[in-house]
């Protein structure tokens, strides 16, 4: 009896998990102006007005200089697509996207299904919260859709995961450029292509192929344009802005300050920039602008 009772639970506990999935499949399936597929088409237009700004121009000189690469080993177009979309994706990054022990698979699944909730996006809550295995694989999932090859999964520590960028320049090694999608076990100077991680540990680093996402997933209308306006106002600052940014957004999610006191802090950072690029100037004013004037975000 307690066999056919376990049994009986079981059949309806993956029932369930069908009807689930089948739903979500279903609500993600048709094409629509706010869909995956036109979110990543936006980004990249958006990339090539990006590239020409001063902070992606410096951040690619100083990337190419780190690594020894010249213009020919590496594609300045990939590059803006990998560095927006790492700034956009990482934990606090102007995404909103903000880290958290869940123990989920690495795969981005979870993330997906807490944004199809997301109706009204707010700048001072997180749209959604996942790991650091979590991120990672988000945004290799969204580099390659983007039409970038070469990004996967690095495990620094067996307790760690963060994503990395293998390039393959002719008649050189191969390079591999750590891309840490949380600030975990590293500190206010380490970013983008940081040295902290050994990224030679893993033999192999398989470039994430996994379809996390359909093309026609939707968002909703406001959590859409949220990404895209988010892309116009940081898109074009500097690495160390960006970096400066995100400790400010992490604060305001954590409650280790508020937005007014994390605006304040922003113009204070403005203020002390002197010789700094307009867009520098322009991504601390909106920010400040929006957290003063931050509405609540709903479910």
């Given amino acids: 009896m307690q066999n056919r009772i376990i049994s009986s639970v079981c059949r309806f506990t993956v029932l369930i998990a069908i009807a689930c999935a089948s739903a979500f499949a279903q609500s993600t399936g048709p094409s629509s102006q706010t869909s995956l597929g036109n979110l990543v088409a936006a980004v990249q237009k958006r990339s090539k007005s990006i590239e020409n700004t001063s902070g992606m121009r410096q951040g690619y000189q100083s990337f190419t200089a780190a690594f020894r690469l010249s213009p020919h080993d590496v594609s300045y177009s990939d590059y803006v697509l990998v560095r927006l979309f790492y700034e ?6 102007f995404w909103n996207l903000h880290w958290a022990i869940t123990n989920q698979p690495p795969n981005s699944d979870r993330i997906w299904q807490q944004w199809h909730a997301v109706q009204q996006p707010s700048v001072t809550q997180q749209t959604a919260t996942a790991e650091c295995d979590e991120l990672s694989a988000l945004y ?7 039409g970038v090859h070469g990004v996967g999964l690095l495990w620094p520590y067996p307790n760690h995961t963060v994503a990395a960028w293998v390039l393959r320049p002719s008649g050189k090694p191969e390079v591999r450029v750590i891309v840490p999608t949380s600030q975990i076990f590293l500190d206010v100077n380490d970013s983008f292509g940081t040295r902290k991680f050994n990224a030679y540990k893993q033999k192999t680093i398989f470039e994430y192929s996994r379809r996390d996402a359909p ?13 895209l306006s988010q892309i116009d106002k940081y898109g074009g600052a500097t690495d160390s802005t960006l970096q400066q940014l995100r400790y400010l957004r992490e604060g305001v999610f954590l409650k280790y300050w508020t937005p007014k006191q994390a605006a304040a802090d922003a113009i204070r950072r403005r203020n002390d920039l002197h010789s700094g690029t307009a867009e520098d100037v322009a991504a601390f004013e909106n920010f400040a602008s929006d957290m003063r004037s931050a509405p609540s975000m709903s479910h």
């Fill in 140 to 146: 290799a999932f969204l580099v390659r859709r983007a």
């Fill in 215 to 227: 093309d026609g997933y939707e968002f909703s209308e406001p959590l859409f344009d949220f990404f």
């Fill in 88 to 93: 956009a994706t990482r934990d606090a990054g």
